[in-house]
Protein backbone atom coordinates (compact mmCIF):
# COMPACT_ATOMS: atom_id res chain seq x y z
CA UNK A 1 0.00 0.00 0.00
CA UNK A 2 0.83 3.37 -1.05
CA UNK A 3 -0.36 6.13 0.93
CA UNK A 4 -0.29 9.74 -0.93
CA UNK A 5 -0.66 12.93 0.41
CA UNK A 6 -1.02 16.20 -1.70
CA UNK A 7 -0.45 19.82 -0.56
CA UNK A 8 0.36 23.00 -1.22
CA UNK A 9 -2.38 24.10 -3.14
CA UNK A 10 -4.74 27.03 -2.85
CA UNK A 11 -5.42 30.04 -4.36
CA UNK A 12 -3.55 32.03 -7.18
CA UNK A 13 -3.82 34.78 -9.80
CA UNK A 14 -3.99 34.48 -13.53
CA UNK A 15 -0.13 34.30 -14.49
CA UNK A 16 0.83 33.78 -10.84
CA UNK A 17 2.35 30.05 -9.90
CA UNK A 18 1.85 27.20 -7.40
CA UNK A 19 3.91 24.32 -6.63
CA UNK A 20 2.22 21.52 -5.59
CA UNK A 21 3.82 18.56 -3.84
CA UNK A 22 2.78 14.80 -2.71
CA UNK A 23 4.51 13.09 -0.29
CA UNK A 24 4.47 9.57 -0.15
CA UNK A 25 5.10 6.77 2.28
CA UNK A 26 4.05 2.87 2.70
CA UNK A 27 6.47 1.44 -0.01
CA UNK A 28 9.82 1.82 -1.82
CA UNK A 29 8.81 5.23 -3.38
CA UNK A 30 11.77 5.02 -5.93
CA UNK A 31 9.55 2.00 -7.17
CA UNK A 32 6.80 3.54 -8.47
CA UNK A 33 6.63 6.00 -11.40
CA UNK A 34 4.17 9.13 -10.36
CA UNK A 35 1.71 11.36 -12.29
CA UNK A 36 -0.43 14.37 -11.59
CA UNK A 37 -4.11 14.64 -13.16
CA UNK A 38 -6.74 17.21 -12.32
CA UNK A 39 -10.73 16.96 -12.25
CA UNK A 40 -12.56 20.42 -12.89
CA UNK A 41 -16.46 20.18 -11.70
CA UNK A 42 -18.50 18.36 -13.76
CA UNK A 43 -15.41 16.57 -16.17
CA UNK A 44 -13.42 13.93 -16.39
CA UNK A 45 -10.33 13.22 -14.29
CA UNK A 46 -7.84 13.98 -16.91
CA UNK A 47 -3.69 13.51 -17.12
CA UNK A 48 -1.34 16.00 -16.68
CA UNK A 49 2.14 14.81 -16.07
CA UNK A 50 3.72 11.37 -15.50
CA UNK A 51 7.40 10.89 -14.65
CA UNK A 52 9.16 7.27 -14.59
CA UNK A 53 10.82 6.03 -11.07
CA UNK A 54 14.31 7.47 -11.94
CA UNK A 55 13.14 10.83 -13.55
CA UNK A 56 14.80 10.43 -16.63
CA UNK A 57 11.42 10.86 -18.71
CA UNK A 58 8.65 12.88 -18.40
CA UNK A 59 5.60 13.40 -20.23
CA UNK A 60 3.16 16.65 -20.02
CA UNK A 61 -0.39 17.19 -22.01
CA UNK A 62 -0.17 19.94 -24.50
CA UNK A 63 -1.98 22.02 -21.98
CA UNK A 64 0.73 21.84 -19.71
CA UNK A 65 3.62 21.76 -22.02
CA UNK A 66 5.79 25.18 -21.38
CA UNK A 67 4.42 25.91 -17.93
CA UNK A 68 4.27 22.94 -15.71
CA UNK A 69 7.16 21.24 -14.52
CA UNK A 70 6.92 17.66 -12.83
CA UNK A 71 10.23 16.48 -10.66
CA UNK A 72 10.77 14.01 -8.06
CA UNK A 73 13.17 13.86 -4.84
CA UNK A 74 13.09 9.78 -4.53
CA UNK A 75 15.70 10.85 -0.89
CA UNK A 76 12.19 12.78 0.55
CA UNK A 77 10.03 10.65 -1.21
CA UNK A 78 7.66 13.28 -3.01
CA UNK A 79 6.99 14.53 -6.24
CA UNK A 80 6.32 18.04 -7.19
CA UNK A 81 4.01 20.01 -9.60
CA UNK A 82 5.38 23.50 -10.55
CA UNK A 83 3.22 25.14 -11.85
CA UNK A 84 3.37 29.11 -13.74
CA UNK A 85 1.58 31.22 -16.31
CA UNK A 86 -1.53 29.65 -14.56
CA UNK A 87 -4.92 30.14 -16.14
CA UNK A 88 -8.39 30.33 -14.97
CA UNK A 89 -9.08 27.10 -16.34
CA UNK A 90 -6.29 25.52 -14.75
CA UNK A 91 -8.95 25.46 -11.45
CA UNK A 92 -9.72 21.69 -10.41
CA UNK A 93 -8.97 18.90 -7.56
CA UNK A 94 -5.11 18.13 -8.50
CA UNK A 95 -4.37 14.44 -7.38
CA UNK A 96 -1.04 12.65 -7.51
CA UNK A 97 -0.89 8.87 -8.30
CA UNK A 98 1.44 5.96 -8.06
CA UNK A 99 2.20 3.46 -10.96
CA UNK A 100 4.50 0.43 -9.63
CA UNK A 101 6.73 0.72 -12.31
CA UNK A 102 10.50 -1.12 -11.57
CA UNK A 103 13.31 -0.24 -13.92
CA UNK A 104 10.96 1.08 -16.51
CA UNK A 105 11.28 4.05 -18.32
CA UNK A 106 7.72 4.60 -19.31
CA UNK A 107 6.08 7.25 -18.06
CA UNK A 108 2.42 6.42 -17.69
CA UNK A 109 -0.83 8.68 -18.74
CA UNK A 110 -4.12 6.79 -18.70
CA UNK A 111 -5.59 7.28 -15.19
CA UNK A 112 -6.33 2.88 -15.20
CA UNK A 113 -2.72 2.18 -15.16
CA UNK A 114 -2.22 4.12 -11.67
CA UNK A 115 -2.38 1.68 -8.72
CA UNK A 116 -2.92 4.41 -5.74
CA UNK A 117 -3.78 8.18 -5.51
CA UNK A 118 -4.17 11.06 -3.11
CA UNK A 119 -6.93 12.32 -1.63
CA UNK A 120 -6.80 15.36 -3.74
CA UNK A 121 -6.04 19.30 -3.09
CA UNK A 122 -7.56 22.45 -4.49
CA UNK A 123 -6.52 25.03 -6.86
CA UNK A 124 -8.22 27.94 -8.00
CA UNK A 125 -7.21 30.36 -10.30
CA UNK A 126 -8.96 33.89 -10.21
CA UNK A 127 -8.67 36.35 -13.45
Given at each position: ????????G????????????????????????????????????????????????????????????????????????????????????????????????YA????????????????????
Open positions: QVHLVESGGLAQAGGSLRLSCDASGRTFSNYAMGWFRQAPGKEREFIASITWNGFTRRYTDSAKGRFTISRDNARNTVYLQMTSLKPEDTAVYYCAAKASILNNPLDVREFNYWGQGIQVTVSS
